[in-house]
């Protein structure tokens, strides 16, 4: 009997809801389905995202299970449970004002800067893949685990978030992705939301890791190498 079934069984059911909710956010407010900039979209990042959890299912179950408990309700936190609160508002807003502004037509980018937009989707999922990849304790909600090390190779050897920064080269890409220069101000929320938690979150892993204060101190970059 394969003991991951559940867990995969779970991992499919959500990665189709997920999907079935962004299709929703997308169609519903743009009002039709003759757009192909999301149809795109929707085949770039439900690969990318299938690839990922197919790779973890097999290698780091333990990563997916980690993974699934995600949300508001998963943090322990309140001021965490605020701001994912305010970043899932935020990052549902990308896709609704994408919609809106393909039914009004708001924006008029040209066909490349689509195709660009999902290469950063791609760009940016790879680098969560390494992340991954590299930090198997990398959970959706801010937590320590037992025996958690601190991990500074990989990724995390460039700067202290790399989930983060490669998460956000992603989300930048989805409007572009989507023809949609004003679901930009969504994805501008949603970075600002993104900042504000991980400074939150340094402080409650300064706290409670072992080792943390030091590798912060000698990884100085949080985001972006040799700038912040």
Known sequence: MDQN???????FRGLALLIAA???MLFLPAWTLAWWQAWLFLVVFTAAVLAITLYFLERDPALIERRMKAGPAAETERNQQIIQTLASAAFAAVFIVS?????FGWSHLHAAVSLAGDALVLIGLFVVFLVFRENSYTAAAIAVGRDQPVISTGPYAYVRHPMYSGSLV?????PLALGSAWALLAFAALAALIVVRLLEEERFLVAGLPGYAAYRARTPARLIPHVW
């Open 170 to 174: 992603m989300i930048l890409g989805i």
């Open 99 to 103: 919609g809106l502004d393909r039914h």
């Open 5 to 11: 079934a559940p867990l995969r069984d779970r991992a």
């Open 22 to 24: 962004i299709a929703v």
